[in-house]
């Protein structure tokens, strides 16, 4: 056991659970639970949703995948990056100016229905499971690396500890704890970048020429077509990554955690350039990783690829600088799980049971109770699961729930804000058919079935052969919300329509 690394990983434990006790002191109320009571400044909310987004399947999943496929590694960063213009111009004025705590106080904004509540909590639900399995993944096997702990208690390791921050902290803690990893992590990442930058003399030129000789690929490492053989491939991976943020349960959010429209904006820039300056550095640790560490060694600590930042920084800076870049890698995976665990708990106890079970008559104790019942559920389900997916990238995981988000949940709230006709039943229709064909298509496609033992979940060939169904999947969803609509015998509410229009641009009720 590396008892430097070990130390490491005990002070960020420490610190975290230290910000959480702090928290727990302020979390008195639903909205202190939910939202922090609205009460992070846009710069803090900016570190704190890159703190959020820049997860596993960011630090560890893409610079495994640079250093093994090239230049179709990185379409990951460019995909994750674009994404945010989609939700500062789009997503988050309406978002912060209709809803409260969750995605579905926006559309139930327009439409006070059960059923909506129900299936967008489900959607919520689905996809922070989905984007959860993915960081604990991350954190098995990076604490099996460092550690020597057998992935199956590492797994369990994270998931117990993401559930404390949640359970005691709520977003308060759960805010800080981002926002700290954020910094951690643009420091390690910056170091590291630096250092590889520097064996190239800090030429770019130099940088690149080099690589078309130092991996197995050759000149074709610079190019694209190494993992996506298939354009189609390439095309639905990109739309599910530049789309699938304006869905995420647990991005949206955060748009809560601010007083107002005018924050929640400043707060998307402030993210936007963070997060740009970070998927920019990917670059330096996919290919440093591939030049110093090389791809026999990356495989062998673990076949995707996903310890291969990690692996970097103990080439170039010793056992200092590793065990430093797996802390933070491992303070990056809290972070992300907390989000991801209060985003499901919030749907679950806020859209599910406060207002369908109990009709909205829930006091504010027993929200927080269930939400908190909900956090452990939650987290008891993903590690469930994570346990069966240990082969799997954490980069394509995170990809997939990217899929579902931008299928089923960005066609409905497109539709909430800017289409009049939209109505309770284009809602729903869009929402399930988007959530249905997402997940069938997954458990269809060749992540989950190889002809070659090993090769995927399951055995066989597979029915659908991309790999990434959001080229399929997101016109399905917007489709279905179009004829759900189109067929329903129920009338939109213009008067709703006109009202939640002005509320959404200016956040004034009509």
């Known amino acids: 056991m590396n008892v430097l690394a070990f130390s490491l990983f005990l002070a960020i434990v420490a610190l975290t659970l230290i910000i959480t006790y702090y928290a727990s002191k302020r979390t008195k109320t639903t909205s202190d639970f939910y939202t922090a009571d609205g009460s ?65 106080d926006m559309i139930a904004a327009r439409f006070n229905e059960k059923k909506v509540r129900g299936v967008a909590a489900l959607n919520t639900i689905t996809i922070s499971i989905f984007y959860m399995i993915a960081q604990l993944v991350g954190a098995g096997g990076l604490i099996k690396l460092l550690l020597g702990i057998d992935y199956v208690y590492s797994v369990l390791i ?85 789309l699938g943020t304006a869905g995420l349960p647990h991005i949206l959010i955060r748009f809560f955690t601010v007083k107002d429209a005018i924050t929640a904006r400043k707060s998307v ?18 290919f440093g990783a591939a030049a110093f560490v090389g791809f026999d060694n990356i495989t062998a600590a673990d076949a995707a690829g996903n310890m291969a930042a990690p692996l970097l920084a103990q080439v170039l800076g010793g056992d200092f600088l590793f065990a430093f870049v797996s802390a933070v890698a491992f303070a990056t995976i809290l972070a992300v799980v907390a989000g991801l665990v209060l985003s499901a708990a919030s749907a679950f106890a806020h ?54 988000a931008a299928s089923a949940n960005l066609p409905i709230i497109l539709f909430t804000i800017f289409w009049k006709r939209f109505n309770t039943t284009g809602a729903v229709t869009g929402m399930l058919v988007g959530l249905i064909s997402s997940l069938v298509l997954v458990i269809a496609g060749p992540n989950v079935w190889s002809p ?25 969803g917007f489709l279905g919300a179009y004829l759900g609509t189109i067929f329903s015998s129920k009338k939109a509410d213009q008067k709703k329509f006109d009202e939640i229009l002005i509320k959404a641009n200016t956040g004034m009720k009509n």
């Open 351 to 404: 859209d599910f049971y406060s207002h369908i079970v109990r009709k909205g008559k829930a006091t504010e104790g027993e929200q927080i109770v269930a939400a908190r019942w909900a956090s452990i559920g939650v987290a008891v389900l993903s590690i469930i699961l994570a346990l069966f997916a240990q082969k799997l990238n954490v980069a394509f995981l995170v990809a997939l729930a990217f899929a579902v």
């Open 158 to 242: 994270v998931g117990v500890l993401m559930t404390i921050y949640v359970v005691f902290g709520g977003m308060t803690a759960t805010s800080w704890v981002q926002i700290t990893k954020a910094v951690l992590l643009m420091i390690g990442t910056f170091i590291i970048s630096i250092i590889v930058f520097s064996k190239f003399d800090f030429s770019i030129a130099k940088m690149f020429s080099e690589m078309k000789s130092a991996t197995p690929l050759g000149e074709s490492f610079l190019h694209p077509g190494n993992k996506f053989t298939n354009p189609l491939d390439m095309i639905s991976l990109n739309l599910a990554l530049v």
């Open 269 to 286: 820039v402030y993210a936007t350039w963070i997060i740009g300056i970070f998927y920019i550095m990917t670059i330096f640790l996919g």
């Open 452 to 476: 070659e033992v090993g090769g995927a979940i399951l055995v066989g060939d597979p029915l659908f052969s991309l790999a990434n169904p959001g080229i399929v999947s997101i016109p399905l």
């Open 40 to 104: 992070l400044t846009g710069w803090q909310n900016g570190l704190a949703i890159a703190g959020d987004y820049m997860s596993a399947a960011s630090f560890l999943g893409i610079a495994g995948m640079i250093a093994l496929s090239g230049f179709d590694g990185f379409f990951y960063s460019i995909g994750f990056l674009v994404a945010y213009l989609v939700v500062l111009y789009i997503v988050a004025e309406p978002l912060r100016n209709l809803g409260k705590y969750t995605m579905a």
